[in-house]
C-alpha cells in the first residue's frame, strides 16, 4: 500500500492481516497544501514507486 502517511496503530490503520507491506509517500512532515501540489505528488509518487520496485528486485534475488 501507498500511503501519504503510515500510522503505526490507531485510527486509520490497516489491520496486519490486510496489508502485507505499506510505504509513505511523503519522506516527512509537510502541508498538505504542498504535498497535494500535482507537481510534488507526483515527484513523490514517482520515488516511492522507485523504492518499492527496487525491494521487489531485491526479494526477487534472494533464494527461495
Do not use: H, Y
Not at 501507498?2 to 509537510?30: H, K, M, N, W
Not at 502541508?31 to 497535494?36: G, H, N, S, T
Request: charged share 25%.
Amino acid at each position: 500500500a501507498l500511503a501519504g502517511s503510515v500510522a503505526p496503530e490507531g485510527e486509520g490503520a490497516a489491520a496486519p492481516d490486510q496489508v502485507d507491506a505499506s510505504f509513505a509517500i511523503v519522506r516527512g512532515p509537510a502541508e498538505l497544501a504542498q504535498a497535494m501540489r500535482p507537481e510534488c505528488a507526483q515527484e513523490n509518487m514517482e520515488r516511492t514507486a522507485e523504492q518499492v520496485i527496487r525491494l521487489w528486485r531485491l526479494a526477487q534475488k534472494q533464494p527461495q
